[in-house]
């Protein structure tokens, strides 16, 4: 508990060091909970997500870092390793890649990565997956469009 | 009297007997049993059968060998290699404790090994030499001496080390293949880490992983799957036999691990258990306490209450329990509703005996399963109850006997081969079942020589087991005679050894698939001059008088007949067949 606390703790203060550094990445610390966090994404461009902001919810558990966070998209998101009703993300260094020297800073640009670089092959989307799988890309490349359009982008008028 | 004799007496018991005892020493090793080896697969001689079948071909390995075997393998990779005992270790682990694919794959390309085992040669981090260094883990600074690294060099502080490790450790064996916890780096944390750096109870786990790897991961050892048994069994591949006895006196397969189950192979095993745990308990049941709704055919469970039943909804139909026919006609007139004497002189006329019957057809196929699930299930009991008898034996009776007949206990050693023999028979003729249900039902010659052959070996058994029981038990309680129980001692060990040779041949005949009953001029071979006595009076045929086994081709074999009932080749000038009379 002391541990993963403090270790928060040094994460939470990097952050705001960081801040400057890496404009495609914002990690906000809840404002009574050191275990819950919310990150806002960009969409890498040149994808279908380019344009969009997407929000992430981070639950971490006590024994932080030995065990890692809880990630998943706030923001509905058309992508085969993203559970499109509960935003659940597929992705190995949230389960058993997982390894105490990553940061909640280095998840959010390891998700970005998984946004641009999907993994049809163990999708938990599966509409998403088979599209790819079948070799629609523009298929797949409309459909995420579509709800990034939809889903992550601020409403115009 | 010759032994050809009674192992085809089987139904014949009184005569067996008479002959038994008029008969004087006929059982030595060398000359008994020519008569039961129905098929001549291997040489006439059945001194080398045995010896050949009781040379193991697997060793019994308990945890101090494990471990040494380990301690070897390491010290010999670390001399041939000049690496550390830690990197011997983990290399071993990786090429799955295989001594030679480690040598093979490292002097082809050390390089890629060193890699993929994550074994670096130099360090990726070098620190300071003084100072204060930060924890790539909670990001604290600590000086030097309260920091650990791998041999990459990336520096983490005592205590967080202490926490990953052992957080690995209790995930599961993944901990052998524990990395340094920088993603990019995958430099090795092998034993000496662990060591350094766990408490004593994850160091025992650690070291229980390691031992299970050396065994689990080595293509050739396994361990016993007995409850509770430590023992490992190393078993020489590509040599016969796939059974293995270990210590804690289980016999299994070492192929499927599944018990010991010659003459059938796995893959039948495998389907026959599959098969049992699907319907024994679904169908069987079903079969055994319900009947199907006269109108919907649903199997209906009659649990409590009168014999008036209602089906369920949407069918409703009401009838009666006894003779499945409508409740309605059910009253005053047939006796009252509760006794349905309608159903007794129904079948007393005969006039159910047109719907029983197609009932029996429609559960036929079911009934065939039954009829062999039961009985490998009640030769698993009996094999059971023998092992308890065995046991009863060895504790209990044996020194009664010894002091009762004034002979020392070595010299009682023929009761205990007798028992361990029934116990053997008993696990043969199980799978013999699981064997006869799925021989095809089209190749009826070899059904028929199946059954004979089954039907010959539960006798053969049957007597032995008789012998070993019932008649141990006279000399248990009474003062018999030293003449009298010297004759037992013959008669019994006689019988064990018969027995045993039966039951071996039949393992070797039914793992051959039965290829003699095709192959008929392969069996030629055993009409040797020993077949030509004493089998005149073999009545024991289990044929079905049919006479659809192969009929003419074999009469014009130049050195005997086969039979066309039980297919035994018989020599040229016999007229009726030596093993079940059948003319010629």
Redesign the interface.
């Known amino acids: 508990m002391q541990?993963s606390r403090?270790?928060l703790f040094?994460?939470y203060k990097?952050v705001q060091r960081e801040k400057v550094a890496d404009p495609d990445i914002q990690l906000v610390c809840d404002d009574s909970n050191i275990f819950k966090w919310t990150a806002l994404i960009k969409g890498p461009s040149e994808t279908p997500y380019e344009g969009g902001v997407f929000q992430l919810a981070f639950s971490v558990p006590e024994?932080y870092?030995?065990?890692p966070p809880q990630v998943r998209f706030l923001t509905k998101i058309f992508h085969p390793n993203v559970h499109f009703k509960t935003g659940e993300i597929c992705l190995d260094?949230l389960k058993?890649?997982w390894?105490?020297?990553?940061t909640l800073q280095s998840v959010c640009r390891a998700i970005i990565a998984l946004m641009a670089h999907p993994e049809p092959d163990s999708p938990l989307n599966c509409d998403s997956g088979n599209l790819l799988r079948s070799g629609d890309v523009r298929g797949f490349q409309s459909m995420a469009k579509m709800y990034t359009r939809l889903a992550a982008m601020p409403k115009k008028g | 009297m010759d032994s050809e004799d009674d192992m085809h007496d089987a139904n014949d018991v009184d005569s067996y007997e008479e002959d038994y005892y008029s008969g004087d020493a006929m059982y030595s090793e060398d000359e008994d049993d020519a008569g039961y080896e129905f098929l001549h697969n291997d040489s006439d001689d059945s001194d080398d059968v045995l010896v050949s079948r009781q040379q193991k071909n697997y060793t019994i390995l308990k945890e101090d060998d494990i471990l040494q075997r380990q301690e070897d393998d390491i010290t010999t990779i670390c001399s041939v290699l000049s690496i550390s005992r830690d990197s011997a270790c983990m290399l071993l682990r990786r090429y799955n404790w295989n001594v030679s694919n480690v040598h093979e794959a490292w002097f082809a390309n050390e390089d890629k090994v060193r890699k993929a085992v994550g074994l670096l040669d130099k360090t990726e981090f070098k620190p300071p030499k003084a100072g204060e260094l930060p924890c790539?883990?909670?990001?604290?600074s600590y000086p030097l001496d309260k920091t650990s690294s791998a041999a990459c060099g990336h520096p983490f502080c005592n205590?967080?080390w202490t926490?990953?490790i052992s957080?690995s450790i209790n995930d599961g064996p993944?901990c052998l293949t524990l990395r340094c916890?920088?993603?990019s780096c995958g430099a090795a944390v092998g034993v000496n880490m662990v060591n350094m750096l766990t408490s004593d109870e994850d160091k025992k786990k650690y070291r229980r992983y390691l031992l299970r790897s050396y065994i689990e991961d080595n293509r050739k050892t396994k361990w016993c799957p007995a409850p509770g048994c430590d023992f490992a069994i190393e078993f020489d591949l590509g040599s016969g036999s796939y059974d293995v006895t270990c210590h804690c006196s289980y016999s299994f397969c070492w192929n499927c691990t599944e018990e010991a189950h010659r003459p059938v192979d796995c893959e039948t095993v495998s389907k026959w258990i599959m098969k049992n745990s699907a319907e024994s308990e679904n169908m069987n049941w079903i079969l055994a306490n319900s009947k199907p709704c006269p109108k919907c055919k649903r199997p209906i469970e009659k649990n409590q209450g009168c014999m008036h039943m209602t089906c369920n909804p949407p069918c409703k139909y009401e009838f009666c329990w006894l003779c499945l026919g409508q409740w309605s006609d059910h009253g005053e007139r047939t006796g009252g509703f509760y006794a349905c004497n309608r159903y007794e002189s129904a079948k007393q006329e005969g006039a159910y005996d047109e719907s029983e019957r197609r009932r029996e057809m429609a559960k036929n196929s079911l009934e065939r399963y039954t009829h062999y699930y039961e009985r490998w299930a009640t030769n698993q009991s009996s094999r059971q109850k023998a092992l308890a008898d065995l046991h009863q034996m060895q504790t209990v009776h044996l020194a009664k006997l010894s002091e009762k007949q004034c002979q020392p206990e070595t010299q009682l050693k023929f009761i205990i081969e007798a028992w361990l023999q029934i116990v053997e028979c008993r696990r043969v003729l199980k799978w013999t079942y699981a064997y006869g249900y799925y021989l095809p039902e089209h190749e009826l010659a070899k059904r028929q020589f199946f059954e004979y052959l089954q039907g010959e070996a539960e006798a053969g058994l049957e007597r032995l087991h008789q012998c070993a029981e019932k008649e141990l038990h006279t000399y248990l309680n009474d003062d018999a005679s030293q003449d009298a129980f010297n004759n037992f001692r013959t008669k019994l060990a006689g019988l064990t050894s018969v027995t045993r040779n039966y039951f071996e041949n039949l393992v070797r005949a039914l793992e051959n698939g039965l290829s003699d009953v095709d192959a008929h001029g392969a069996s030629s071979k055993t009409s040797s001059s020993k077949n030509a006595a004493g089998t005149s009076k073999s009545k024991g045929t289990k044929g079905k008088g049919s006479n659809k086994v192969g009929t003419t081709s074999r009469t014009d074999d130049s050195t005997g007949w086969a039979c066309d009932q039980c297919t035994y080749m018989n020599p040229k000038n016999a007229t009726s067949c030596q093993m079940c009379n059948n003319g010629r």
Not at chain 2, 136 to 140: A, D, N
Request: aromatic share 10%; with cysteine; glycine share 6%.
């Open positions: 541990a403090a270790r040094k994460e990097e024994q870092p030995l065990q260094i058993n890649a390894s105490p020297a990553w | 790539g883990i909670c990001f604290e205590t967080c926490a990953y957080t993944g916890p920088i993603p």
